[in-house]
C-alpha cells in the first residue's frame, strides 16, 4: 500500500535523483563558492526589497521579495539532511541568514518616525499574530514543496510555495519592530518564522523520508532516524501549543467585540441619530467609538449590558463624537 501510495505521488519516470536534490539544496556541495555567493546576494536583495514593501504597506512588492528569496533552499536542506543523517550546514547558514535579514530590517527602520504607528501598517499587524492557520498552512506548504522539489515535471510550482510561505517577510517585520523598538511585535514576528521554519523542515522531512530517500541511510545504520524524528516532534508540539493558544484568545476576543458592539448599540437604541463607529480590543480595553448628536445615555446601563456578555473586570473606555474619551469604568465592577 505505502509503495503504491508513493508510485503514485512520485512516479518513477519524474523521479530526482538523490544526487539532483543534494545538488539543488545543500550549499556545501558541488561549486559551493558559487551557490554560497548566489545564495547572499540573492537574500540581500530580496530582505531590501521585502523591508520597502512592509515599511511602505505595498503587499506587490512583499510578494515580489517572496519569490525570490532563497531561504528556503538551505531550510529545505536540513530536511534533507536529516533523513540522511549527514552534516551539510544548512542550519548554520539558516542561522547567518535570520540575523542578516532581521539587521537589514532594524536599518532600513532607521527612516519611519519615532511615533509610527506599527500596527497601523497591514505588513507588519498581519505579521505579528499569528496563529494555528499560519502553521497549518506551513505544514501543506512544505508537503507541497517538497514534492516539487522531488518531481521533475512540477518544479514550475515553486515559485508558488515561495509566495505561499512566509520566510523574509516576518524576519524583516523583526527588525523592523526592534528598530523601533517593539519588542513585543519583534516577538510574534519572530514566532510566525519560527513556526513556518519548524513546518518545513518536519513537512520535508516527512515527506522525503516516504518517498524513498532516507532508506539508504536507514539501511546502513540498521533503523530509522528515530532520534530525528523525536526532536522534531517535540519541536512541533513547542511551536504547536503557543500558536493554538493565540488562535483560541484571537477567537474569544473577536466574539467579545461582537458582544460589546451588539450591546452598545442597544445602549444607544434610544437615539435613532446615534451610531457605534467601532469596537476595538487594544490592550485588554474594550474601545466603543460612538457618533451621537445628543448626549449620551447613562453610562452605568452600558456596563449592565455588557455583564455577562464579556468577561468581569475589563475596562471599557467610550470614544464619543468632539473629541471626548470616557472611562466608563469595568465590567462587573
Known sequence: MKSKVRARVLPASQRRSLDELIGDLILSSGDAASKRSAFWTMLTLSSVIAAGGVITDSTATVIGAMIIAPLSTPIMGIALGSVQRRRTGS???????????????VVMSLVLPGNYDLLSNSQISSRTSPGLMDLIAALATGFAGAVALARRDVAAVLPGVAIAISLVPPLVVAGV????TSGWLALGALALFVSNLFALVFAGMVMFASLGYASEADKAAGRPARRTAVAMA?????????????????????VWTGRTKAAAEQWLAGDPDATVTSVDATSRTMYIQVRTPGDL????????RLEGQIPDGIPVVVDASRGRRIDVGRVGG
Request: charged share 5%; glycine share 4%.
Open 91 to 105: 542550519a548554520r547558514t539558516v542561522l547567518l541568514a535570520c540575523l542578516l535579514v532581521i539587521a537589514v530590517g
Open 177 to 180: 519592530c526592534l528598530g523601533q
Open 234 to 254: 517535540l519541536l512541533f508540539v513547542v511551536v504547536f501549543v503557543p500558536l493554538t493558544a493565540n488562535t483560541v484568545t484571537t477567537l474569544l476576543l473577536n
Open 297 to 304: 445615555p447613562p453610562l452605568e446601563s452600558l456596563l449592565d
